[in-house]
């Protein structure tokens, strides 16, 4: 009953378009007054929950992508990645999707990856004949690339709330982040034939053009190369990780000229806000979480699914299904935190790898940013492109199908996302 009474007044309070994070919060509290927890518990459990070392990974990694959108960073990765894939059929199209999946081994999160980089991408790809709806479509479809490959600030929210190890889920996304960036190159490759009169033309191939851009961006470039250099090598923890990046990031602004105190500043600012919203929600999900556990939501939930199949490849279908539907309505975040709680039990009822799941269920839930009516990246793209929410939305719907079959494909073949992991640190113990 107090599941449903959260749930209920939850999205009563999205439909009268609370902020989400207001929304979680009555939400929390109502089933806290429902049981009759004691108010100071609940407190404790909130501090408590965010009182862990490896949150510090968080802030960090925020901050790093912000500093690399105000020091010339995501110029130079998109000038390397025009030169490398400009050639392809699709053009623009393609460096956009390329240029994402660079940018993914140095920002973590998929708005700071449209933001950033979009604002580049739709520019040149406007100014070389390519629709604006065309260019939108493509910046907001690959910028879900950004959570899957490390670092990742979803992977390290999932791994805390589900004490899966965070450095086991960084190496588990790289395979399935490429995989989903060439499911969508392909299909721009397809596209560029169905409607090519929303691309522009294609761009000849320069070997001293791709060195010299290389070399201009040899820094910028080494960032993810060191960064999964250090998670293989097990030379430091995500944390110290992201503690890493933030210090490249200042290097590289300082190498650039183009970092201000100005800049950072805003950088900080923009950090310190972001964090305080990602911490928020993470204790009031966590109150959540506690509840749905004292309610034995999670016990009754495996039992049931248990009694409709043993397998695990259909469970996991059908956990796509459901959580495909609550990322359209819940925003990633909160949605992650909240299903990570009540499906983790399933989960480990039918046998099925931790790390494998992350990936899963955040790449599931990072889709629901491209569709509505929850959909911020939409909103996003919709602001850098300046063109109507509702002209986004129609362009992107076809980069969905690469996108599903890449969650198909990660869902049906476990490897993808266990094979470097235990590569690297061993089989993990069941």
Known sequence: MVAFLMLGIFVVLLVLRVPVEIAVGLGALAGVLWVG???????????????????????????????????????????????????????????????????????????????????????????????????AAVSLASCTVGPIIPPSIVLVVYGLMTEVSIGRLFLGGIIPGI????????????????????????????????????????????????????????????????VFATLYSLFLGIMNRQLTLRHLYACVASTLGTTAIIMYLIAVSTVLGDIIVQERIAHHLTEYVG??????????????????????????LPALIIASSVLMPVIKSL??????????????????????????????????????VEEVLKAVVPFCIPLLLSLLVITAVPELSTWLPNLVFGLAAK
């Not at 927890?37 to 790093?64: E, H, K, Q, Y």
């Not at 199949?309 to 539907?325: D, E, Q, S, V």
């Open 37 to 135: 927890a004691p108010l100071d518990v609940v407190s404790r459990t909130m501090v408590g929950s965010v009182d862990n070392f490896i949150l510090l990974a968080v802030p960090f990694f925020i901050l790093s992508g912000n500093l690399m959108n105000v020091t010339g960073v995501t110029d130079r990765i998109f000038d390397f990645a025009r030169a490398a894939t400009g050639h392809l059929r699709g053009g623009l199209a393609q460096v956009n999707v390329f240029g994402s999946m660079v940018f993914a081994g140095m920002s973590g999160a998929a708005v700071a990856d449209l933001a950033a980089l979009g604002v580049i991408e739709i520019k040149a790809m406007r100014e070389h004949g390519y629709s604006v709806r065309m260019a």
């Open 179 to 242: 995989l989903i960036g060439v499911f969508l190159m392909i299909a721009v490759y397809i596209y560029s034939y169905w409607r090519p009169y929303e691309f522009g033309p294609t761009e000849r191939f320069s070997w001293r053009e791709l060195f010299r851009t290389a070399w201009r961006a040899k820094l910028e470039l080494l960032t993810p190369i060191v960064i999964v250099g250090l998670l293989l090598t097990g030379t430091a923890t995500p944390t110290e990780v992201g």
């Open 307 to 332: 009694g409709m199949t043993k397998n695990p490849l259909l469970a996991l279908m059908a956990i796509n299904g459901f959580l495909l539907i609550v990322g359209m309505l819940i925003d990633s």
């Open 351 to 388: 046998g099925i790898d931790q790390v494998h799941f992350g990936i899963i269920i955040c790449f599931n839930l990072i889709i629901g940013i491209i569709t509505p009516p929850m959909g911020i990246g939409l909103y996003v793209a919709s602001r850098v492109a300046n063109i109507p």
